[in-house]
């Protein structure tokens, strides 16, 4: 059963203006040069205790060329920023200047992360330099049990700088029309 958002709605206005740009690559960027020490500084604050993450010798004895870094850091150095303090989220725990791909950002839309998905092509160790493209996979309408949304997955393609594919990370965010203020 197919569903469109209904029409005059802000969630309608951002799927006609981004449906039509599926499979468009929305941005190419330097992540920069990995080193050893942010490789290492990651591996201590999420928990990783396997020394091949900070000792070079321990990475070359376990086949690394370099200390390698835990297989999520990518995805997670797309991210790194402060954050949002809780008291300027709005009353659902969305920041008010959320990641939306695409599409008018004054449109008030709510976004949320919907999941994301990691493949893990190649170790990356310090000395890489990232690169980073990302295409808008899917945009994708549903009625769910709390209303109307749009689905919209982006691929985020990690590539050291000789061209080798590192990760593949689809990330999906639902966009819900802004809540309505009751008096």
Known sequence: MSFTPEPGTPLEAYYVQTQPRI??????RSLGTLDAVTI????????????SHYDPA????????????PPNMLAAIVEWGV????????????????DMPLGDGGLGLRVMGAGEEMELVNPVTAGTEV??????????PKQTRSGPCVFVTTLNTFSSAEGAVLNRNRRTVVLRNPLQESS
């Open 58 to 69: 321990a990475a070359r004895s376990a086949g690394y060329g370099d200390v390698v870094a």
């Open 23 to 28: 499979g468009a690559v929305l941005a190419r």
């Open 131 to 140: 690169l980073l493209e990302t295409t808008l996979e899917a945009v994708t």
């Open 40 to 51: 290492g500084r990651y591996a201590m604050t999420i928990g990783v205790t396997d020394r």
């Open 83 to 98: 954050g949002t303090p809780e008291a300027q989220l709005q009353p659902d725990g969305t920041p008010h200047d959320g």
